[in-house]
């Protein structure tokens, strides 16, 4: 009876690094938030645009890390244990990321009474059976410098976001070759999990993007947003990255490996280089596009037919890199979403005549 009392007690404070715990205290939030006078509004906005975000986001990267290790639990076998892997702990994580956004954000000393709850939580999980002290402590950690990085960026933001807005070309090619995360992943976890990704990654994308013309910010990412949009798309909305997103997910979904992965190619590599040598070094103008220019050309060639030879044979690698090179040559609306489907449509048709 006393064994499972004392069980009782650390199933208690493992909710309170539960992410379904959390995730329902933030939908039930953002629910209310709207019902709370100007005053209150204010003075909790950090949860909603800031605190529940970063929940979500160290949820996310603790189940990429379990995937990776894929180190079983201690009680594994046993019916109370659960099926996901074991390093790190994500309570832990979630726990500490959560103390360490409210000490780092708010910086009063009374809310270091708050340490003992991650820690207990982290206890709970080991006295349970189901973590090790190895991936408590470092799930700890995780949690610690998730939230510490993740605060500082949200409290400098504005300034910082303000300057990259002077570099705003830059900053928009480095988030398109940003997608090599994308490849990384699908080579670490396979085909369906970065599927899901994408996936939840255009809902969230949506989701924020209309919260943004709402009025309603999520400071972190819609200074981001902003910081690299146009006018127009500050206004009207920024779907770039969406398109980038959704013609990815597209090809994936739709196409073999080997069609997604020349399509890949073909918009993260190559339209990055073709954008960013033609705008810094672009000089002579193609006779067919008075926007694109030479040396953009001949940079998205050279870049996807190095990429290709990874891969393909010489013959497919100077044929797809030439065709595509071509194509994007001639795009200048919406290339993110036309350029990765008709790549994947192209070397699709190519595969089937030859």
Partial sequence: MFTQNLNKVWQFFSYFGDFAYWLGFYISFFIIYPLLDRADRKKVRWILEFLGPVVIFCYA????????????????????????????????????????VVIFYLRKRIYWLL?????LVSISRIMLGVHTFYDVFFGSLLGIFVGAVLTYFYKNSSKIFK??????????????????????IYFLYGKSILEKILFASIIFYLLIEMLRLRKIRIRLFHDAI???????????????????MVGLFLSLLFFPEKVFLIASVSLIVGDFFSGF??????????????????????????????????????????????????????????DNFILPISSSLLSYLYFLIF
């Fill in 277 to 334: 040598i033609g705008k810094e070094l672009g000089r002579i103008k193609l006779p067919y596009n008075k926007k694109k220019s030479l040396e953009g050309f001949l940079s998205f060639f050279l870049s996807t037919f190095l990429a290709y030879c990874t891969f393909l044979s010489l013959k497919e690698s100077v044929v797809f890199a030439l065709i595509f090179s071509f194509l994007e040559s001639f795009l200048n609306e919406a």
């Fill in 226 to 244: 902003e910081s690299c949009a146009e006018r127009e798309e500050k206004i009207l909305g920024f779907f770039s990255p969406l398109f980038y």
């Fill in 61 to 100: 990267l603790v189940q990429l890390l379990k995937l990776y290790f894929k180190i079983p639990r201690p009680c594994f076998g046993e019916p109370f244990c659960p099926s996901s892997y074991s390093f790190p702990s994500g309570h832990s994580a979630i726990a500490f990321t959560w103390f360490s």
């Fill in 115 to 119: 340490l003992a709850i991650p820690i």
């Fill in 163 to 184: 300057q990259l807005e002077k570099h705003k070309f830059l900053v928009r090619k480095l988030i398109h070759i940003f997608g090599l995360v994308f490849l990384l």
